[in-house]
């Protein structure tokens, strides 16, 4: 699909945010983040006008403590409207809980890497692609609305094994719609990619699996984090996964950092003319939420720092309420 030549085009194509924060985010952090302020995050992430929203993950407590209090938090979740709240599941367990509190969307990580799969949750990938095929079974059976969506993490690369081979990262997420995902999408699990190969390999999956390919996920390691958005925006994806605050990484991946920061991200997705549906100043006072329930954590992002330039203009022409017009605009 071609990117709109102004930003004030009105043929702008939607560009789908999925805030993945309070998942990945919330499992880098050493801090368990208490309930409450986690709720009032997740509520003042809807008033900016996210879409989609990664409130957690169905995990063993004694692995992730972070995660323990994930079914109160979808509930909660779910009950705002407008919004498609999505859990990561490692296995069929973590499935069954995460329907039974009401998800609309799954999410299950399949690593390229052999070596990421046994860090990451002690199965083969041959093993996660039998667990995929049960998770769809029983999706199927209780709760046919709910979306099934695949991970592909190490898909550029990956810190215990070394590089990943483009036709190994095809095969799988040919093999993942096989297993009934709905949608595969990418993952630099540990901010290896670089734009030309972003572009390439979402290219080559997108010819293998069509409709299927699902969000990127990129953490922005080695700062090419939107660079790297660029260069899947001009290979069709129009799904991102981000974090507020670039908060983020996956503990059993050595070396993982950050994401793309979605302060950035919207930013940079909207002076494009690429409408997000986020209102960037509500964006930010979700930001002071987040640096309220998580004291002393650093929050990234440079957006945030400079604030929104004179003139900015949202894609769909509204201007923020805070902002000066430019001189030629007022
Ligand atoms: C790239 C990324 O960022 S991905 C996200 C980050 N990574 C993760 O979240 C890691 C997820 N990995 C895991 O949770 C684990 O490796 C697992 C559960 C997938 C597998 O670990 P194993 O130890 O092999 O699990 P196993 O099936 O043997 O079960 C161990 C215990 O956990 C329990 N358990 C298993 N799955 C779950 C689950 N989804 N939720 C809660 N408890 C569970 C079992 O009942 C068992 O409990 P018991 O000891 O009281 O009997
Ligand atoms: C599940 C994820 O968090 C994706 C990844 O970084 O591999």
């Not at 499935?95 to 998800?103: I, P, S």
């Not at 290896?192 to 997108?206: E, G, I, L, T, Y």
């Not at 100043?281 to 930001?287: F, I």
Request: with cysteine; proline share 8%.
């Amino acid at each position: 699909m071609p990117l709109p030549s102004s930003p004030a085009s009105p043929a702008a194509p939607a560009v789908l945010i999925s805030e993945v924060g309070p998942r990945d985010g919330l499992q880098s952090v050493a801090a368990v983040m208490p309930t409450a302020a986690k709720l009032a995050w997740i509520d003042a992430l809807h008033a900016a006008g996210v879409r989609e929203i990664e409130v957690g993950s169905f995990v063993p407590a004694a692995r992730l403590p972070q995660m323990a209090d994930v079914a109160e938090v979808v509930r909660h979740a779910v009950a705002l409207p407008g919004w498609t709240v999505m859990a990561l599941v490692p296995n069929l367990r973590g499935a069954e809980a995460a329907l039974a509190a009401g998800v609309h969307k799954l999410t299950l990580p399949l690593s390229a890497s052999e070596a990421h799969s046994q860090a990451n949750v002690r199965r083969s990938r041959a093993q996660m692609l039998d667990e995929l095929r049960a998770i769809d079974r029983l999706r199927d059976r209780v709760a046919p609305g709910v979306a099934l969506e695949v991970g592909l993490s190490t898909a550029f690369g990956c810190t215990l094994q070394g590089p990943v081979a483009e036709d190994e990262v095809v095969r799988l997420a040919a093999a993942a719609v096989e297993a009934g995902a709905d949608e595969v999408g990418l993952s630099d699990t540990t901010g290896m990619a670089d734009p030309a190969q972003v572009r390439r390999r979402f290219r080559q999956v997108h010819a293998a699996i069509g409709r299927h390919l699902g969000a990127a996920h990129l953490h922005n390691t080695r700062g090419l984090g939107l660079a790297n958005v660029l260069a899947a925006l001009d290979a069709g994806v129009r799904t991102f996964d981000s974090s507020q605050g670039g908060l983020g990484g996956c503990p059993y991946a050595p070396g993982a950092s950050g994401n793309v920061v979605t302060e950035d991200l919207v930013f940079m997705l909207e002076a494009m003319g690429l409408d997000t549906g986020i209102d960037l100043e509500r964006l930010m006072a979700a930001r002071e939420v987040l640096r309220a329930g998580l004291p002393g954590e650093p929050l990234h992002g440079m957006t945030p720092e400079a604030g929104l330039p004179p003139g900015f203009v949202y894609a769909d022409g509204r201007r923020p309420a805070g902002v000066t017009p430019a001189p030629e605009a007022a």
